[in-house]
């Protein structure tokens, strides 16, 4: 199996021009579990955002899920965005609609039409995460990590090969966010998703240990 994320000699850009990260080398196995670690400020989101071609990559090479990052447009984006299921810290759930609602926005935005197909695999993922009785609830209605566990079926809709998880358990309790790892670990093993995990949660990283890279000082680190 190819990586899924392949990336050599990138620097790191903010849309301002500013260089986050100089010379950035980084090779994620297919199926494989990482979790991505620094300090506020270190550079996390903007990697996981040059990965999802939020930013650009101007120097250096990638390739995300068999796209290189530097043939991605904003016309064919939405193919690339297609292999990546996107976890968030703030759960951001649409709040005006149903937990149904909200995976069916997703899918017509990606492609989907037949009712029936959307309407199976929408109930597909919230059993995945265990939610299905809240199809009809209201985002509000549902607790911090039920709403995450909501983010995670969103994002498994697509049956993605790479998951990106930035900070997702960034405003949860510890028992909650054991809860929401314990639910991505296991998904990702089951369906050999692999998983970047942006965290700064080092209780996260010793309870469910895996792969580290680390930026430190403008580098990342294989540890
Ligand atoms: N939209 C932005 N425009 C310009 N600079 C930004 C933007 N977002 C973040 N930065 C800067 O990029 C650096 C890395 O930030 P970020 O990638 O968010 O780090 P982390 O996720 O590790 O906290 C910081 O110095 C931050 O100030
Ligand atoms: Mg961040």
Redesign the pocket.
Known sequence: MPPIVKIIAADIC???G?T?LKNVNLEIGAGEFTYLI?K???????LLKTIYAALPLYIGAGEVAGFNLKDVTRRNVHLLRRKLGIVFQDFNLLTDRNIADNLLFVLRATGWNDHASMHNRIGEVLQEVGLLSKRNAMPFELSGGEQQRVVIARALLNKPPLILADEPTGNLDPETSDDVLTLLRNLAKQHKTAVIC?THDYRILQNFPARIVRIQKGRLIDD
């Not at 506020?40 to 903007?46: N, V």
């Open positions: 903010q849309s301002d500013s986050i620094g506020t400020g270190s550079g996390k989101t903007s942006a």
